[in-house]
């Protein structure tokens, strides 16, 4: 029973925050040169992903670069079919 409302209460948008805090706890870094001067691409802090560009290699990347959940779909996803 709970858990059933707990699946309910998790979106993507819940995940991709918990995943960035993870992953980035000290701060984001660029995950081709790792580089900490990098700077958000958009302003809008509740969706799925969000996309930044390093300042350094200039590579654009989002918290699912380069990790086994790159290639992953979401339901929102367009050409997931749902």
């Given at each position: 029973m709970f858990s059933q409302w707990l699946l309910k209460q998790?979106?993507?948008v819940s995940c991709a925050h918990l995943l960035r805090e993870y992953r980035w706890k000290d701060g984001v870094q660029c995950p081709?040169?790792?580089a900490s001067q990098v700077g958000r691409m958009d302003d809008?802090?509740?969706?799925e992903v969000s996309r930044s560009r390093c300042a350094v290699c200039r590579k654009s990347f989002t918290e699912v670069t380069g990790?086994?959940?790159?290639?992953?779909?979401?339901?929102?996803?367009?050409?997931?079919?749902?």
């Open positions: 998790v979106t993507s081709y040169c790792h809008q802090h509740d969706q990790i086994i959940f790159e290639s992953a779909r979401t339901e929102s996803s367009p050409s997931s079919g749902l």
